[in-house]
């Protein structure tokens, strides 16, 4: 089932297995990327052991490194069960503002990311 507009005979819904794919893929990045950072954090030479409430804090990184990927892995496995004329109507992706990278490549053709919405290397600030 695919929602038209009555103006254009556009389609202006995405497949929802291929949405929920995406964001396991975004899922996936993001627990990746926590656990660099918990890995980075490692190395970090840092002369005193911190506290034992930080160090409790510290400790909740791996929690969100698993939680990510525990999700993750469950948005991947959805898709093989929805039926592949199942869509979501994009004005309901629109409306939330802080998820426009999801936007962007649920909008895209052929599901490409674009440059625009990769994260790009940048300087890191010590304080």
Not at 56 to 85: C, E, F, I, W, Y
Request: charged share 25%.
């Amino acid at each position: 089932m695919t929602v038209t507009s009555e103006l254009c005979e556009q389609p202006v819904g995405i497949a929802l297995a291929a949405l929920l794919q995406d964001v396991a893929t975004e899922l996936s990045d993001l627990a990746t990327l926590a656990g660099s950072v918990q890995e980075a954090l490692s190395h970090c030479d840092v002369s005193d052991p911190p506290d034992p409430e930080t160090l409790a804090k510290l400790q909740g990184l791996d929690r969100l490194s698993q939680g990510l990927d525990n999700v993750g892995r469950l948005m991947a496995t959805l898709p093989a069960h929805l039926p592949q004329d199942l869509t979501v109507a994009t004005s309901a992706l629109i409306s939330d503002r802080r998820h426009s990278y999801l936007r962007r490549r649920a909008a895209e053709s052929g599901r490409v990311e674009s440059e625009e919405a990769k994260s790009r290397p940048g300087d890191v600030i010590w304080f």
